[in-house]
DNA sequence: CAAATAATGAAATAATTATTACATTTGAAA
DNA sequence: TTTCAAATGTAATAATTATTTCATTATTTG
């Protein structure tokens, strides 16, 4: 009882204290650095519990850098010496480590503002759950044959689906190349006019189901296009015109679609397809790489 | 078949190992133990983690024995020494905060094949608990006030996680009435020109960074906006100009980045705001739903 | 209850680890 | 290019930490 109301008080103490803690200080002071202090910084940031372990000589060899560059590493983020560093390191990782603990403990106490939050996470990783134990490998390597032998490809998704039909697309026309996407539908549906049974039609839609998608999708089923449809429902207005479906949940409340399910999907199925397309994929992304590095790339 | 087989195989391995780890053989021992051996073994058993952490002076006080018992009892348990027991316990405690990374992995077998996709969804749900596990409340409530509180909000998500922008801007300007998006940068980042401290500001961008999306978040930045950024981790080039930050994994493989944990952070933020604002949320929700109902819904 | 034996801790010593001093390299400015 | 300052690494030194020795205290056994 007590324990409880104290951890909530305590955690949210030390948690405004966090945004100033070790690791959040070494960011910010990165651009203050020299070479060899970022390579340390970085390899901390990045290796953040197993630093926690090492001792100078260990750290200096991982980073690669020299003993001494780890001491005045140390004192340039103002501690008396490498020893005080070590000791802050290993408190956030015990700290962390208690974390974990109480999160995988299953009945994790948050106070009520902070359990809400909490709560959404948890569902979101249950929806994942649930789609892949849901899943029917067959269909889904039917699916993939189909899409890797179209012709083209089309990605049908309006409204709110239409984030997830543009992540979608830009990836698959990476894979693929030969992908169009519609989500608005003010014309841009008259590329799906000649449609046949050479193309794939992927229609996305979920609750509110948005009318236009539905009657496209319908539309390249009567065409005899090879029709699938990623929605939530089996009473989905687009499953009689599906040839193949997927059911992924999304619903997260009255006015908002949690589109994390169907977007793991989404990335099951570029995956599978990068995986397969391996070699060409290869070529376009290095010419790819090469336009990113020169316009576009932050390193 | 292999991925099927070695993943039982790889857990009953583990298993077999574990009873056979140093607490187990610490435990197994403890009845041939001395008096001050067996406080030590009790004080291992129960603080494997700090124990990790300590060397042989900080043991023995919190042991309550002297330094000697210390050495003799890793003498006594097969050890080298002191720092090859330590190393050891060092190694479980490494090893229990991965294992807790991986713990919601379900135990389901399949195929070889399937066994691929599956752990796609898999990788994903544990994505997303990675991001719950190292979220900061504080930081959460403070950005969530000031988006309450913003005269404008900009969200800035270039090439592949524009479609995250979309989606965020799509039900946040809902919520919020007051919200802009820049994902392309032709002239569109022009609205931000006249932004201070007043608005609030927040950058999406994992991985291959976008230049533009950390130049546009260091110019808010100067002007003494608010600066919020999503990104994937703490040496990414936007967090110096961040006022607040939140961490979310995304890397999936070399070509595709999943974007499954900063949607649920963004479903976090979503909920939270639409649970605050959920009057005026309401009446405009009505009216939506209206003309949603009148143009492009099927039910 | 001795006497022998084992267990323990304090303190000296050995080994390891952190720090500093100094030499070398790097990079920028003239 | 040359010059100088900053950054870095190497190697010597200081500090810390682990181990051993030895004296003392428990524990066992005849």
Known sequence: MEEKGNRKNADSIKKGKEMNDVYDRIAK????????????????????????????????????????????????????????LQKELQEKTREHLSMKERLTNSYTEYNDDDAGIAKIFNDDADRIQKTLSGLDFQTFHTVMEKIISARRIFIVAGRSAAALGTFFYYYLNIVMGNVELITSFNGDEEIMHNVNEEDVVIAITFKMYTRKTVELLAYAFEKNAITVSITDFMTSPVIKNSKYYFLTEAQLNTYLDSFVAPLSLINAILTYLGKYKNKELEERLTSLEAMWNEFDVFQ
């Not at 990045?46 to 690669?64: G, I, Q, R, T």
């Open 29 to 84: 002071k990165m651009d203050k650095m020299s070479k060899s202090q970022r390579k340390i910084a970085e390899y901390i940031l990045n290796n953040k519990d197993s630093v926690a372990f090492m001792n100078v000589s260990k750290l200096a060899k991982e980073a690669d850098v020299s003993e001494a560059s780890i001491i005045r590493f140390a004192t340039f983020m103002e501690y008396k010496g490498y020893p005080q």
